[in-house]
C-alpha cells in the first residue's frame, strides 16, 4: 500500500484529519481507477457516450465487486492503462510508452500486491493477444515471427525492468523475512473463492435487506448487482449482434470469473476441479496468494469493456421508457449496498463509560452475541460509540488495533464460557468487554440470556438498551495465576525429533533463529493431527519445560495440547503466553511454557488439543528445560 500510503499522508498533512484522509482515498481511487478505463476507450475509438458510461462503472464497480473494506483493492487502474499504453506504442512506436507501462506496473504493484501480480500476467497475456488477433490464421511460422519482432522483445523490457525492480527493492527483506510469509496451501485458497453463484448473493455486512438474499450471504464473494446483470443480459440478447472484439471482452469477463472460483467449483455439493488449480501449481507467485476471488476484478475490467463498446445498449439515443427502467436499477442498487446501522441517537455513552473507568486508558473488547455464541465484532458501530475519547478497541476501529486480534478471535473459539478466559485478557490489557446483542427480537424486547453474564469477574457497568449494547469491567479474580512465571534455575536439554505432523523444515525448531518457522500442514489448519514427536538427550529427574516460540505470529500458537510421556497423558487448556515481553514488543517474538510434572522418559509427544479454522500449527522454536523444583 505504499502509493495510497503516500497519498493518505498528503491528504493528511493538508487537512489534519486522520478519517478525512483514509475516506478520501477511495474517491480518489474511484477517480484514478475512472480516468484510466476513459483513456483506454480514447485508445479503442469508444463513443464519447459509452465511454463515460463504462469508466464510471469500472471505477467504482470495485467497491461492491471486491472486499471493499481492503483499500488497496480499490485502487485497480492499472490493467486499463496497460492495455491503452500497449495498444498506443504497437500505433506510434514511441519507445516513451514502454516507460509507462514499466511505471503502471511498479504504481500498481505499490497500491495491491495482489493486483500487481495479475497486472504483470495481465501484460504478458495483453502482448501475445494482441499481436495473434491480428492475424488471419495461427502458425508455427507466425509464432516465431512473434518472438523475433522488434516489437515484442521491447515490449518484455519494461516487464524485465518491473521484475528487476521488485527484487532489487525487496532482495534484502526477501533474505531476511521469507518465512514469514508461508506458501498458501490449496485448502486456504478453497476458502477465499468465490462462489459459484456469488453475482446474486449479497453479502449481509453491506446490505441492508440480508433477509432477500436469493442463496444466503458469502465471506469472500462478490456481487455483480442487480443493475449490472440487467444490463448484461440485454446484452446477450443481442449476441448475434456483437464483433469480434466484443466477443473476446465476454469470453474473457466470463473465464477471469471462473478463475476467481478458486481451486474447486462446488455446484450442487459437488466439487470440480477449477482452471486456478493451474495457476496455483504452475505460475510463479500464486501460490504466495490465498484470495482468487479478487481475480475477479480482471473479470470486471472485461465487462466494463463489453458495456462500453455495445453500442445499442448503452447508447444515449435509448427510448425515455428503457432509460427509466436502468435508472430505476440502479436507485434499487444504492439502496441494497448503502448499510445503515441500526443505532439511535447516542447521548454520552463514551463520557458515561470514561466515568467508569479505572485506569487512564480504556481497552474495549466488542463482541457479538448471536445464537448462543460470542464473536468477534465485525462492523462499524464501535467506531462510532467512542469519536473523540481516547478509548481503544482492538476491533480495530477506534483508536489502535491490538496486534494480536486473530489471537483473541481464535481463543473466543475455544474458551468464552471459561471465566479464567476474561482474566487472561484483563492480563492482556483489555479492560472491558462490550456485548452486542444480535439476537435481540424488537417484536418481543425480549433478551436472550449468556451465560457469561453470571460471571463474577465480568461487572456490569453500562447498558445501552436501544442498541443493545451492554458494558462489562473486568474485576479480574485469579483461582489460577495464567501469566508466565519465571523459571528459575532451567537447565537445557538437548533433544532431536523423530516424528511429526509435517517432515519439511523441522530444523527450523532448533537453529536458535526466530525468523525460520516450522509449519505443519496436515489440516490447513490447527487440528489433532498436528503433532512432534521429541527424543531427549537424557531422562529429566524432575520436572520438564517445555517452551514453544512462535515469533510475531501469537495466533499461531497451539490454542491447548495434549502429552504424552510414558503412560501418562497431560492436557493443557488456555495456555498463556509470557505476557510482561509480549506487551512490550507484541510483533517480536512471544512463547509459551507448558510444564510437564514427573516424567521418566526421554520420548515425548505434544499434539494440538483443538481444531481451530482460522490458524495453522506454525512455530519458530522449541526449548526444552529440566526444572529444580
Known amino acids: 500500500m505504499y502509493f495510497p500510503s503516500i497519498i493518505y499522508g498528503i491528504v493528511k498533512y493538508i487537512t489534519g484529519n486522520q478519517t478525512t484522509s483514509y475516506n478520501s482515498l477511495f474517491i480518489v481511487a474511484s477517480v484514478f481507477n475512472f480516468y484510466s478505463f476513459l483513456i483506454l476507450c480514447k485508445q479503442l475509438k469508444f463513443k464519447k457516450e459509452n465511454s463515460i458510461i463504462g469508466s464510471i462503472f469500472y471505477a467504482n464497480g470495485h467497491y461492491f465487486a471486491i472486499q471493499y473494506v481492503h483499500l488497496q483493492n480499490q485502487f485497480a487502474f492499472g490493467f486499463p492503462l496497460i492495455l491503452a499504453f500497449i495498444i498506443n506504442y504497437k500505433r506510434t512506436k514511441k519507445k516513451i510508452k514502454l516507460f509507462y507501462i514499466f511505471v503502471v506496473l511498479l504504481l500498481q504493484f505499490f497500491s495491491s500486491n495482489y493486483y500487481g501480480l495479475f497486472l504483470f500476467y495481465f501484460f504478458i497475456l495483453s502482448v501475445i493477444v494482441i499481436y495473434f488477433i491480428q492475424q488471419k490464421q495461427i502458425t508455427f511460422q507466425t509464432i516465431l515471427d512473434f518472438i523475433k519482432s522488434k516489437s515484442t522483445l521491447r515490449l518484455t523490457i519494461p516487464a524485465f525492468l518491473f521484475v528487476f525492480t521488485i527484487i532489487g527493492l525487496y532482495f534484502y527483506f526477501f533474505k531476511e523475512n521469507l518465512d514469514l510469509y508461508p506458501k498458501r496451501i490449496i485448502e486456504e485458497n478453497v476458502v477465499y473463492s468465490n462462489s459459484i453463484l456469488s453475482f446474486i448473493t449479497l453479502p449481509a455486512n453491506i446490505s441492508n435487506f440480508p433477509f432477500l438474499n436469493l442463496i444466503g450471504t458469502t465471506h469472500t464473494s462478490s456481487h455483480f448487482g442487480y443493475f449490472f446483470i440487467i444490463t448484461l443480459i440485454l446484452i446477450l440478447t443481442q449476441m448475434s449482434s456483437l464483433n469480434k472484439y466484443q466477443l473476446i471482452f465476454l469470453i474473457s469477463a466470463i473465464l477471469f470469473y471462473f478463475l476467481s472460483l478458486g481451486p474447486l467449483l462446488k455446484i450442487f455439493n459437488v466439487n470440480i476441479p477449477g482452471p486456478y488449480s493451474i495457476f496455483?501449481?504452475?505460475?510463479?507467485?500464486?501460490?504466495?496468494?490465498?484470495?482468487?476471488?479478487?481475480?475477479?476484478?480482471?473479470?470486471?475490467f472485461f465487462f466494463a469493456l463489453v458495456f462500453a463498446s455495445s453500442k445499442n445498449i448503452l447508447s444515449l439515443q435509448l427510448n425515455r421508457r428503457t432509460i427509466t427502467v436502468l435508472y430505476s436499477f440502479i436507485l434499487l442498487e444504492l439502496s441494497f449496498f448503502t448499510k445503515i446501522s441500526e443505532t439511535s441517537i447516542l447521548p454520552n455513552q463514551a463520557n458515561l463509560l470514561l466515568k467508569y473507568?479505572?485506569?487512564?486508558?480504556?481497552?474495549?473488547?466488542?463482541?457479538?452475541?448471536?445464537?448462543?455464541?460470542?464473536t468477534f465484532e465485525t462492523s462499524s458501530f464501535p467506531e462510532y460509540y467512542f469519536l473523540g475519547t481516547q478509548v481503544r478497541t482492538p476491533n480495530g476501529y477506534s483508536g489502535i488495533t491490538f496486534p494480536f486480534q486473530y489471537y483473541i478471535i481464535n481463543l473466543l473459539i475455544h474458551y468464552q464460557t471459561n471465566p479464567n478466559f476474561y482474566n487472561y485478557l484483563y492480563q492482556l490489557g483489555i479492560s472491558h468487554i462490550g456485548i452486542i446483542d444480535k439476537n435481540y427480537d424488537s417484536n418481543t424486547a425480549k433478551k436472550n440470556e449468556n451465560p457469561i453474564y453470571s460471571f463474577k469477574n465480568l461487572k456490569p457497568i453500562f447498558?445501552?438498551?436501544?442498541?443493545?449494547?451492554?458494558?462489562?469491567?473486568?474485576?479480574?479474580?485469579?483461582?489460577?495465576?495464567?501469566?508466565?512465571?519465571e523459571n528459575k534455575n532451567p537447565s537445557k536439554i538437548g533433544f532431536k525429533i523423530s516424528d511429526s505432523s509435517f517432515t519439511k523444515k523441522i530444523e527450523n525448531l532448533y537453529d536458535n533463529n526466530n525468523k525460520t518457522y516450522w509449519k505443519s500442514f496436515s489440516s490447513g489448519y490447527q487440528s489433532p493431527k498436528d503433532y512432534l514427536v521429541f527424543l531427549l538427550d537424557r531422562v529429566p529427574k524432575k520436572n520438564l519445560l517445555i517452551r514453544l516460540h512462535s515469533g510475531p505470529y501469537v495466533e499461531r500458537l497451539p490454542y491447548g495440547v495434549n502429552i504424552s510421556c510414558l503412560n501418562k497423558n497431560f492436557d493443557y487448556d488456555l495456555i498463556p503466553i509470557e505476557i510482561k515481553n509480549f506487551l512490550k514488543n507484541p510483533v517480536y517474538d512471544s512463547y509459551q511454557d507448558v510444564v510437564i510434572e514427573n516424567c521418566s522418559s526421554n520420548k515425548i509427544e505434544i499434539r494440538v488439543k483443538h481444531k481451530t479454522p482460522y490458524s495453522i500449527l506454525m512455530l519458530s522454536e522449541i526449548e526444552l528445560f529440566e526444572l529444580s523444583y
Request: aromatic share 16%.
Open 357 to 374: 473507568a479505572n485506569q487512564p486508558y480504556m481497552n474495549v473488547l466488542f463482541l457479538n452475541y448471536k445464537e448462543d455464541k460470542l
Open 463 to 485: 447498558n445501552d438498551i436501544p442498541n443493545h449494547l451492554s458494558i462489562y469491567q473486568i474485576n479480574p479474580s485469579f483461582p489460577e495465576n495464567l501469566s508466565q512465571e
Open 280 to 300: 496455483y501449481y504452475l505460475i510463479p507467485g500464486f501460490k504466495s496468494i490465498r484470495v482468487p476471488s479478487r481475480i475477479f476484478i480482471v473479470s470486471w
